[in-house]
């Protein structure tokens, strides 16, 4: 499988890039007390910091409201996951516990304050790409409702979109029976390539610390913009 950025998203943002997690042989179940421990605790501690310091504060969240902006979206209107998920926070609705790969997905958006999704790698068909959506772009979301892309950052594979920074498909979603995962960080621009690898590989050891199974971490920016998994 080919994983790449469409060339014309550098015409916009030279520095944009995304990190790639690929999961193999994990195991999906409940999360154990230990993260949702970990998880809730998080929340609560940056429940307070955020009575201080608004969402829109927050130097990761303020920095992809200009992302999003840049490529035609309103960030007002649609926001990126990280940012609804801290908004959640922010009001005391704590994010409950899923599953162990939607638990870990969350926590990773909140403590770097980026996009993140996780996906079944065996319900994406074809090769991946990193594009912006047009007006026919659009799916089913986790939401429960047809969500359009145009003018938002997507991954699509060969039966279309399944997957972005807004919300995620449910035709792509990892489940309990998932065993091989793809996981997309959409990074912030401005961290340095040391700093998006150390990123992954702590994101990467933390995951299959749980949920065994191996990992594998790659990064694409404009210097290059593909990987084979």
Known sequence: MKISIDPLIFETNSHFKIGIIHYTKIVVSESPQMIKGRTRLYQ?????????????????????????????????????????????????????????????????????????????????????????????????GLNGRYNSLKNILCSVDDNGAFGSPFVDSKRTAVTEETTDALHIFYLRPTLSENECQELLQSAGKMFTQVSGGNYKPFILSSNEPNTLL
Request: proline share 4%.
């Open 44 to 140: 609560e501690n940056l429940y307070f910091e955020l009575q201080e310091t608004s969402v829109t504060e927050r130097p990761g969240i303020a920095e992809w409201r200009k992302v999003w902006k840049s490529f035609g979206a309103d960030p007002n209107r649609y926001r990126h996951s990280a940012e609804s998920l801290m908004r959640r926070i922010a009001k005391e609705n704590y994010l409950e516990p899923f599953h162990l790969a939607v638990d870990l997905n969350n926590f990773f958006s909140l403590q770097y304050e980026i996009p993140i999704g996780i996906y079944d790698l065996t319900k994406i068909q074809g090769d991946v790409q990193v594009t912006v959506g047009n007006e026919e772009t659009g799916y089913e």
